[in-house]
């Protein structure tokens, strides 16, 4: 009986000794500094409730690269423009590779074979991206679905003509334009009603869900033999969100399946998609990946520029002289916007204090690697704060304050080459969608700001508007009042 219990004991205990043993492993260079590590939890204490404002503060204790521990993984930070540069320039083949979160629903071999989680390396993930760089994001593309964009924008301008002087959601009018150019990029349709801008959106809830499942600190990454347990439920939520998407376009893809395939005058992108022979399930992972990626960073970077430039009346001022002075028509024509240095001027401050993605995505390392004279083991999971690499004092004067004139005689931008300035990434792993992110922001601003004056609702505490210029999420309802100008 003695012996049986000390088998038991020795079976339970044994993991733990070796999760304990392997948590004091040595390099050389050590590892980046950072906050004491517990023996099997790590750092779980401090990540739990920990988002890139609280990253940014902690790194200013251990350094621009800083080391936690989740659970049985490393994480590294990168928070400074140098650290940035290794990661993104210097070792970008290194971290190439994507951390895959386990709430994600799809075995391996499909991650590799048909999304965007796949390592950048890999074929398949080249010809993804080729494939979405030719029919989506590239010159060609782009000009061709100019005249979507524009009948969108004024879809949303007239809605709001008519809401005069009344109180708006400003926020659902966005998210339903921006989503309705995808869609139209997409299948050449609507899905989303303006005229339901004062109920809830089931479309957005569905992206929400999915976001959700994908960002909520989950047991299973920090222990990966858990992972088949799921113990949260954030795999099955994943899993059920993509179901209820799917469901919004797989009629149309059964539809256009029917038609004959050939030289059709106006393809869409499910048109490339089928003519390049992709099957229903590839189709939806690939714009289940695209619509979730892109909608809810679009739409942000729109409603943050709103919140600051209502927060801003100079600002707003001095934008509509410079829309005064470039339109004097019934539409803001797209294509003149590159002439508008103001405009880019307050897009380029809000990324850079609102980065869509603050922390970006995670990157992997492929091998363990040297990083500021520090040892990256292999597969660690790599951050990039994006967030307080904008708001640096060493680099930007009055980091907190919103200033578009720095971007005025500034050559710096947000393609990637810069690394005090990261909004969207940078090397292989850079946001595919920033050619049409550079499109439609601008766009939407412009006609906002050109065609209609805003004022808060009155009565309205302003320092809830403070609350969404401090955080990632709109955690009130960005209401304001239009007025009508042109």
Known sequence: MAEDHFFMLSFLVLPFLYLIFKSFKSYNPPLPPGPFPWPVLG?????????????????????????????????????????????????????????????????????????FWADALSDNFKNLRAMCRAELFSSKALESQAHLREKKIMEMVEFLKGKDGLVVNIEKCVYAAVFNMFSNAFFSRDFIRLENESSDNPVKDIL???????????????????????????????????????????????????????????QDFLDALLDNGFTDYQINKLLEELVTAGIDTTTSTINRTMVELVNNPESMKKLQEELDTEFNQDFVRTSNLVQLPYLRACVKETLRLHPPAPLLLSHRALETCQVMNYTVPKNARVLVNVWAIGRDPSTWDGPSEYRPNRFLDSALDFKGNDFEFLPFGAGRRICP???????????????????LDWSLPHGNDPAIYEKLRATSKMIEPLLLIPKFRK
Not at 245 to 259: C, D, G, M, S
Not at 434 to 445: D, E, F, R, S
């Open 43 to 115: 750092n779980l204490y401090y990540i739990k409730t920990m988002d890139y404002v609280s990253l940014a503060t902690l790194a200013t204790k251990h350094g621009p690269l800083m080391l936690l521990r989740e659970g049985m993984q490393y994480l590294v930070i990168g928070s400074s423009s140098v650290a940035a540069t290794e990661i993104l320039k210097m070792k970008d083949r290194v971290f190439s590779a994507r951390t895959v979160p386990s709430s994600v629903p799809l075995t391996r071999s499909e991650i590799d074979q048909l999304s």
């Open 433 to 451: 969608g920033l050619p049409m992110a550079t499109k439609i922001v601008p766009a939407i601003i412009a006609s906002l700001v050109y065609f």
């Open 208 to 266: 929400r869900g999915i976001i959700g499942a994908l960002i909520t600190p989950n047991l299973s990454d920090a222990y990966p033999f858990l992972s088949k347990l799921d113990l949260q439920g954030l795999r099955k939520k994943h899993r059920e969100m993509s179901v209820r998407i799917h469901a919004l376009w797989e009629p149309i893809v059964k539809e256009r399946r029917k038609r004959p395939r050939g030289n059709l005058s106006n």
